[in-house]
């Protein structure tokens, strides 16, 4: 079983940057793909970005342009590395894992979910 936890996370002033990481472990076979993906208080669950296996990467608009994704396969981690933070970034941040040949923005086709860790900024 893919098993995934999140660190990195938390409180920040506007502008600031955090990065994140997600260790994953548990695997017989590298996930095809992996992304990270944001839940404020009383929305929905977001994609913000996403890397498959051979390092090609895909950010959501909401974020694009402020983060980086990035894949470090020797020491099975995921990092987003977030700058110019806004208030509006506050949420829950999750890492997530598909083994299968998919790569999009749709939350339910990863199977693999960490706990999540907590981003806030304040204004």
């Known amino acids: 079983q893919v098993l995934l936890r999140e660190s990195g996370g938390g409180s920040v002033q506007a502008g600031g940057s955090l990065r994140l990481s997600c260790v994953v472990s548990g695997y017989t076979t590298s996930p095809y793909c992996m992304g990270w993906f944001r839940q404020a208080p009383g929305k929905e669950r977001e994609a913000v970005a996403t890397i498959v296996r051979d390092g090609g990467t895909t950010y959501a608009g909401s974020l694009k342009g402020r983060v980086t994704i990035s894949r470090d396969g020797a020491r099975n981690t995921l990092y987003l590395q977030m700058n110019s933070l806004k208030p509006e970034d506050t949420a829950v941040y999750s890492c997530?894992?598909?083994?299968?040949?998919?790569?999009?923005?749709?939350?339910?086709?990863?199977?693999?979910w960490g706990p999540g860790t907590q981003v806030t900024v304040s204004s």
């Open positions: 997530a894992a598909v083994t299968a040949y998919y790569c999009g923005f749709r939350s339910a086709m990863f199977p693999y």
